[in-house]
Nanobody, 124 residues
């Protein structure tokens, strides 16, 4: 059983940056592809980014390409999401999730374990 705890959310002005962290425990972190998802008010949960077990490959939704960077530190059991040039439409609760399957996926149903989320608010 993997436990995931996100941190790093907060209030930022448009154009600013935040770095989200997700600390994993209770499992072998390097056995999981990791993903970030977000859910805005009145919206469905949507895929943001994912990274393979080794960190060699990443996947992003089009709206964050060039602005967000996902990375991981397997020695620290942590995955990160560096968010630059934030826009008001990026405001949401951000969740990290762990996927035990081999291929990177943007589908929430492929991810078995989820954190509790961290709020990101972007003021215009």
């Amino acid at each position: 059983q993997v436990q995931l705890v996100e941190s790093g959310g907060g209030l930022v002005q448009a154009g600013g940056s935040l770095r989200l962290s997700c600390a994993a425990s209770g499992g072998t972190f390097s056995n999981y592809n990791m993903g970030w998802f977000r859910q805005g008010p009145g919206k469905e949960r949507e895929f943001v980014a994912a990274i393979t077990r080794s960190g060699s490959r990443t996947l992003y939704t089009n709206s964050v390409k060039g602005r967000f960077t996902i990375s991981r530190d397997n020695a620290e059991n942590t995955v990160y999401l560096q968010m630059n040039s934030l826009k008001p439409e990026d405001a949401a609760v951000y969740y990290c999730a762990a996927d035990p399957t081999v291929l990177l996926s943007l589908l929430p149903q492929r991810y078995d374990y989820w954190g509790q989320g961290t709020q990101v608010t972007v003021s215009s």
